[in-house]
């Protein structure tokens, strides 16, 4: 099994920023992607970002290119989201994922083995 743990969300202005961390724990894998999704009220789960843990390649939506960025800490085992020029449409529960044995930037839910419990983020006009 692996955990997921989420922190970081909170309420911020239009322009602002927050980042956004992952911490996993439990089994460890050699081949794996960790990624981040949101959950607007009243629609599906949307693909935002993917690292791939070995190679490190990125994948991001285009709603948040330029403006989000992923890292990783490969010594802590914890994967970060950094947003800037927050805007109200950001607005969502966040969680993050791990896909095992894929060493590319899956981007559906379904390809997801394991998943966070969500932070919440609120961005105020």
């Known amino acids: 099994q692996v955990q997921l743990v989420e922190s970081g969300g909170g309420l911020v202005q239009a322009g602002g920023s927050l980042r956004l961390s992952c911490a996993t724990s439990?089994?460890?894998?050699?081949?794996?992607?960790m990624g981040w999704f949101r959950q607007a009220p009243g629609k599906e789960r949307e693909f935002v970002v993917v690292?791939?843990?070995?190679?490190?390649?990125?994948y991001y939506a285009d709603s948040v290119k330029g403006r989000f960025t992923i890292y990783r800490d490969g010594a802590k085992n914890t994967v970060y989201l950094q947003m800037n020029r927050l805007k109200p449409d950001d607005t969502a529960v966040y969680y993050c994922?791990?896909?095992?044995?894929?060493?590319?930037?899956?981007?559906?839910?379904?390809?997801?083995?394991?998943w966070g419990q969500g932070t919440q983020v609120t961005v105020s006009s």
């Open positions: 994922a791990v896909s095992i044995g894929i060493d590319g930037t899956p981007r559906f839910p379904g390809e997801y083995n394991y």
């Open positions: 439990g089994r460890t894998f050699s081949c794996y992607a």
């Open positions: 690292i791939s843990w070995v190679g490190g390649n990125t």
